[in-house]
Each structure stands twice: as C-alpha cells, then as structure tokens.
C-alpha cells in the first residue's frame, strides 16, 4: 500500500502522513472512524465489537461497498454510514 502511495506523491509526505499497520484492530485503536472501501471477505468477518470498544467515541463505520451488517454495528454503538443506504441518509439528514 505504502508503494502505492509513493507513486502518486513524495515519499517523504506518504512516510509523514500515513501510518501502515500490521493488522487492522491496531490500526482502529483511538480512532474517531474507520473506512471500508473494499469487499474483501476479511473484512466482513472482523470482530466489530473488538474494534468498537478500543476506537474514540462517538465511534463512526463508512462502509462504500455495503458488505457490513450495518444493524449489528450500531447495535455495537457505532453510527454507520453506508454508500446507497437511503435510510442513514434520512437518519442524519436531520443532525
């Protein structure tokens, strides 16, 4: 991913702004939010409730390819944000 990066800017602004974890619990960890661009199966099966309770809170998920159970995450007590999710929409429409 860092490679990634790299090619579309300095090396030296991808190595002070972006950090690369090894997993993703860490990578969650004192976090206002996290963001689900892929629909990879790993990610669907991520303990969410794990995530939840090391993040900062209010605690927020944005899922853009809609693979996650978005009643069980605010069950956990995140506010879900979902690409093509009429409802979120309305929901926070009005905050």
């Given at each position: ?9 300095p ?22 939010a ?14 969410y ?11 927020s998920v ?13 069950e ?12 979120a ?7």
């Amino acid at each position: 991913m860092r490679w990634e990066l790299e090619q579309r800017s300095p090396a030296d602004l991808v190595t002070k702004l972006v950090t690369v974890y090894d997993n993703p619990y860490s990578a969650a960890e004192d976090a206002h939010a996290i963001v689900v661009l892929t629909e990879w199966d790993e990610f669907k099966t991520l303990d969410y409730e794990r995530i939840y309770k090391t993040m900062k809170h209010p605690a927020s998920v944005f899922d853009g390819r809609l693979i996650l159970d978005q009643r069980q995450l605010r069950e956990y007590g995140f506010r879900t944000f979902a690409i093509g999710d009429l409802a979120a929409k309305r929901r926070y429409k009005a905050l």
